[in-house]
Nanobody, 114 residues
Framework: QVQLVESGGAWVQAGGSLRLSCMVS????????MAWYRQGSGDQRELVAQ????????TYADSAKGRFTISRDNEKNTVYLQMNSLKPEDTGVYYC???????WGQGTQVTVSS
């Protein structure tokens, strides 16, 4: 059974940076298209960034373009989300998952203060 463990969330001031990590165990990351999602308070999860298993590269939500970078290290079974120029509206719990999704992990909290 595939398990997802997110880490790297923290409290940060606006304009700061964070790097989130997602360790994938029990499966072959190289075969999966993966994504990072954000869930704000009371909101549904929204897709922030996606990275394909093949050569199609990455896609981003408009809110993340130019500030966030998704990447993967298949040998380490880890997916990353580099977040720069953070804004208060980036606050939420961040989850990673396959597209389509496995069971969800616990997520990692990102809080951006103004």
């Amino acid at each position: 059974q595939v398990q997802l463990v997110e880490s790297g969330g923290a409290w940060v001031q606006a304009g700061g940076s964070l790097r989130l990590s997602c360790m994938v165990s029990g499966g072959m990351l190289a075969f999966y298209t993966m994504a990072w999602y954000r869930q704000g308070s009371g909101d549904q999860r929204e897709l922030v960034a996606q990275i394909f298993s093949g050569p199609r590269g990455t896609t981003y939500a408009d809110s993340a373009k130019g500030r966030f970078t998704i990447s993967r290290d298949n040998e380490k079974n880890t997916v990353y989300l580099q977040m720069n120029s953070l804004k208060p509206e980036d606050t939420g719990v961040y989850y990673c998952n396959r597209v389509p999704a496995f069971s969800w992990g616990q997520g990692t909290q990102v809080t951006v203060s103004s």
